[in-house]
């Protein structure tokens, strides 16, 4: 599994980025996939997932400003973020849950660096 971000970068707030992550060797066991970020000084945090089913799930911090999407045809994630606020600077991970056969497994990719200037 190899998991490639981008799109990342520096932005005004109130601005929007669309964060996109190229999967390959996912196959077809999913779980879900999801984007997390991590602020200097800060624990890694989840911003929002999407499962199998669709159902997707976000933090509150970015609920109404941030949409997760998956094009199943090109096993890309995208995150689109509207209305960024400085706090949401920082690294934005892409990640797939795996679970084959009662093995659950995640990968990361590398992180896309998102600055939001005031």
């Known amino acids: 599994v190899q998991l490639q971000a981008s799109g990342g970068g520096l932005v005004q707030a109130g601005g929007s980025l669309r964060l996109s992550c190229a999967a390959s060797g996912i196959g077809f066991y999913i779980n879900r996939m999801g984007w997390y970020r991590q602020a200097p000084g800060r624990q890694r945090e989840l911003v929002a997932s999407?499962?199998?089913?669709?159902?997707?799930n976000y933090a509150d911090s970015v609920k109404g400003r941030f949409t997760i999407s998956r094009d199943n045809t090109n096993d890309t994630l995208y995150l689109q973020m509207n209305s960024l606020k400085p706090e949401d600077t920082g690294a934005y991970y892409c990640?797939?849950?795996?679970?084959?056969?009662?093995?659950?497994?995640?990968?990361w990719g590398q992180g896309t660096l998102v600055t939001v200037s005031s």
């Open positions: 999407i499962a199998k089913d669709g159902r997707t």
């Open positions: 990640s797939v849950q795996r679970n084959v056969f009662g093995h659950v497994r995640d990968y």
